[in-house]
């Protein structure tokens, strides 16, 4: 199927390192992404990775891919209360028109 | 740019109503998505043009939703007619052309829909 996999909640303490994990399915998948969506908004690319990468870091965040478990993970370090969302994860299908399979987010509460 | 704008933000009605929800995608994107969020079902994807093309509508849940792309700026998702499991956010996004190597989807605030 279809499906991208996501836990539903996560809670961390606030300066604490974030792990969100996702498993896809398409192995022939050439993009992924992390998406955050903040209360009342829509949906903010926060960091994307090329299939032919296993991980990327930009600033507090570092993604990791691995291939051969269609594994994705987004780590958040020093996490903040402002890190508080819901953070989808998403694989972009083989084709020619930038469809997107997203997963069912992961709500991230931040606790001081 | 201003984005991907939506309107209305809030539309509250009643039961039987038609609903019309716009897009204005962004300036220079080919592709438009239309999508639905609840609780209970996540994000939704119901329809995505191409080109102004209906790519694939196999998402839209049944004959009482249709949506429109008659020109590159501009798109309408309409229910007709509405009934209270329709409540739901809305979300229209768009994305640059694939030879622009940007393989991103812009999302719009979304419009928030409830039928009472």
């Known amino acids: 199927g279809e499906d991208v996999e996501q836990s539903l909640f996560l809670s961390v303490r606030e300066g604490d390192s974030s792990v969100i994990n996702c498993t896809y399915t398409d192995s022939s998948s050439t993009y992924l992404y992390w998406y955050k969506q903040e209360p009342g908004a829509g949906l903010q690319l926060l960091t994307y990775i090329f299939s032919n990468m296993d991980m990327k870091q930009d600033q507090r965040l570092t993604v990791l891919l691995n291939k051969k478990d269609k594994h994705l993970s987004l780590r958040i370090a020093d996490t903040q209360t402002g890190d508080s969302a819901i953070y989808f994860c998403a694989e972009r299908k083989s084709g020619g028109y930038n469809k997107l399979i997203f997963g069912a987010g992961t709500r991230l509460a931040v606790h001081p | 740019d201003a984005g991907v704008i939506q309107s209305p933000r809030h539309e509250v009605t009643e039961m039987g109503q038609e609903v019309t929800l716009r897009c204005k995608p962004i300036?220079?994107?080919?592709?438009l998505f239309w999508y639905r969020q609840t609780m209970m079902r996540g994000l939704e994807l119901l329809i995505y043009f191409n080109n102004n093309v209906p790519i694939d509508d196999s998402g839209m849940p049944e004959d009482r939703f249709s949506a429109k792309m008659p020109n590159a700026s501009f798109s309408t998702l309409k229910i007709q007619p509405s009934e209270p499991r329709d409540s739901a956010v809305y979300f229209c996004?768009?994305?640059?052309?694939?030879?622009?190597?940007?393989?991103?989807?812009?999302f719009g605030p979304g419009t928030r829909l409830t039928v009472t």
């Open positions: 996004a768009s994305s640059p052309p694939i030879s622009s190597a940007s393989y991103e989807q812009y």
């Open positions: 300036s220079g994107h080919n592709s």
